[in-house]
């Protein structure tokens, strides 16, 4: 399974920008997608996830509102659409992908419950 990321960069302050992980190797439709951030001198944190079956989707506080993730398992991609963003949000954004044959789940924002990972994309919100 291979995960590319793209549609970083710089924006402004109140800017928007939409996230993609597109995924090959394998069918999306039975994977749990995870977006996480890790800004310098910070922990990987997670920001958002969608769950394979159902589509049932969770965010972090410090993104609620602002942040929306979705899927298209025709295209084999996730999206994070990204709205309002703040300089607290310039981070590397990495998605994950947990499988059906993942190990224990510690949760939807512990990185350690997936397995795969893509290689990350830059976003700086930035005046």
């Known amino acids: 399974v291979q995960l590319v990321e793209s549609g970083g960069g710089l924006v402004q302050p109140g800017g928007s920008l939409r996230l993609s992980c597109a995924v090959s190797?394998?069918?999306?439709?039975?994977?749990?997608i995870g977006w996480f951030r890790q800004a310098p001198g910070k922990e990987r944190e997670g920001v958002s996830s969608?769950?394979?079956?159902?589509?049932?989707?969770y965010y972090a506080d410090s993104v609620k509102g602002r942040f929306t993730i979705f899927r298209d398992n025709a295209k084999n991609t996730v999206y994070l659409e990204m709205n309002s963003l703040k300089p607290e949000d310039t981070a590397v954004y990495y998605c994950?992908?947990?499988?059906?044959?993942?190990?224990?789940?510690?949760?939807?924002?512990?990185?350690?419950?997936?397995?795969?990972w893509g290689q990350g994309t830059q976003v700086t919100v930035s005046s």
């Open positions: 994950a992908v947990r499988t059906p044959y993942s190990g224990t789940y510690y949760g939807w924002d512990s990185a350690a419950s997936y397995d795969y």
């Open positions: 190797g394998s069918t999306l439709d039975y994977y749990a």
């Open positions: 969608i769950s394979s079956s159902e589509g049932r989707t």
